[in-house]
């Protein structure tokens, strides 16, 4: 991702792309006023980023890679797919074979490039499941699946939803935690005698506000519970955000998974960390065209929403739903737990300078501390598997 950005560099829209945030703004400004004229930033989120054939995830707009808003990691470099594949292949041999599930899989690389080095490994997954609830995104996958050698290409299955019948296997889930709608949250009055207040959207004119209400109980009590477990307490006017979306989702995560681990790889931290008083504005950042900015009421549907994910409530949601919480870790310590230096080594090996110049600028990308090394983390998640997983074998971050 990239820096922040003042709103007058953002590039300007064209005529097609004004009209679809029109669109999609007029869209949310119905819901909004048969809602009563004021909802949840969680429920603006939703719409802006999934609204049937409106959202910025639904509708025809490029997304990753040079020509979109932002670059994941696979994009940058197969060594990424490549050492999350080495970790797949472990597990799979572990329990004996089963099924790959990924969870939101953007343009297919990871996909592609995954299942390639799991049959250079000869661990193929019997199935390849991609879960996309974007009909676009699963038309760009469909394209990118369908250059693979056929015997690959076959075992690649494409659901709208949960499967019907829990697996076996791995799932995989780089870069979805952070695109879940968030409340937002506002604390008001001194430490000892906060209110909770829930920072909503109202339309205004042509676009949208936000607007300060009594947080509904959910929040309130998410709210509490967080700030009953800092170290220190928050200051009046502190402004941040919770996914209330977190618990339901691993819940449906641990029902699909029978035997097996889960990898949930994204931008965050332990609560702890998340919730700094320093860090008292929150963690919401909108991307466009690779600039990072946070006003999410601009640009309604062409842009992405995030929020830094908390790795506590993702893990406490785990630890109810069932599930083992196998290792958490930074995405360089998972790397190279993994093997990316062999890789890396083995792919300089006959290269020539350009080559070797840009793989090595590729896994700087990916694992050094002021690019993706420590801001990402990987996080495993398990049921039934009691054996050692590589990728978490040099670190041991608590949270």
């Known amino acids: 991702m990239t820096s922040d950005a003042s709103l ?29 004229g004021v909802v949840g930033f969680d429920a603006y989120m939703r719409l802006a980023l999934y609204a049937p054939g409106l959202g910025y995830y639904s509708a025809g ?31 799979l041999e572990e329990i004996g074979g089963g099924d790959i599930l990924e969870l939101g899989a953007g343009t297919g690389t990871l996909a592609a490039d995954v299942l390639t080095e799991l ?17 676009d995104l699963a038309e760009r996958q469909r394209a990118r699946i369908a250059a693979l050698p056929p015997a690959l290409a076959r075992r690649v299955e494409w659901l709208d939803r949960w499967p019907a019948r829990p697996m076996r296997g791995v799932v995989l889930a780089n870069e979805v935690l952070d695109a879940m709608p968030v409340a937002r949250f506002v604390l008001r009055g001194a430490p000892g005698a906060q ?22 109980p959910e929040l309130e009590q998410a709210v509490r519970a967080i700030l009953t477990a800092l170290p220190e307490d928050l200051a009046d006017g502190y402004t941040s955000e919770v996914c209330l979306a977190f618990q339901p989702w691993i819940a449906s995560l641990a029902a699909q998974l029978e035997q097996g681990v889960a990898l949930l790889i994204d931008y965050g931290l332990p609560r702890e960390h998340l ?125």
Not at 14 to 31: C, K, L, N, T, W
Not at 64 to 77: H, K, L, Q, R
């Open 275 to 399: 919730y700094h008083p320093q860090r008292d504005t929150g963690t919401l950042r909108c991307h466009f065209r690779h600039r990072a900015h946070d006003d999410p009421f601009i640009n309604v549907g062409l842009q992405d929403i995030t929020a830094w994910v908390d790795f506590t409530r993702v893990a406490e949601a785990a630890d109810s739903a069932g599930l083992e919480m196998l290792g958490f870790v930074t995405q360089a310590a998972f790397l190279i737990g993994a093997g990316i230096e062999s890789l890396l080594t083995t792919g300089m090996q006959g290269a020539d300078l350009r080559r070797q110049a840009q793989l090595a600028g590729e896994a700087r990308r990916l694992m050094l501390p002021g690019e993706m090394g420590e801001v990402f983390k990987v996080i495993a998640l398990g049921r039934g598997y009691d054996a050692p997983l590589a990728g978490f074998s040099t670190q041991k971050l608590s949270l």
């Open 8 to 36: 007058t560099t953002l590039p300007p829209l064209s005529p097609a792309e004004r009209a679809h945030a029109e669109r999609v703004s007029e869209h949310i400004r119905g819901f909004i006023a048969a809602q009563g």
């Open 195 to 216: 209110r909770v207040r829930a920072l909503g959207v109202a339309a205004a004119g042509s676009g949208f506000q936000g607007r300060e209400t009594d947080a509904p």
């Open 119 to 135: 049959d250079a490994l000869g661990q193929l997954p019997e199935r390849y499941c991609i879960l996309e609830v974007s009909a």
């Open 61 to 91: 707009t490029t997304k990753f890679g040079g020509a979109g808003d932002f670059v994941t990691a696979p994009e940058i470099s197969s060594l990424f797919s490549r050492c999350v594949a080495r970790q797949a292949s472990e597990v």
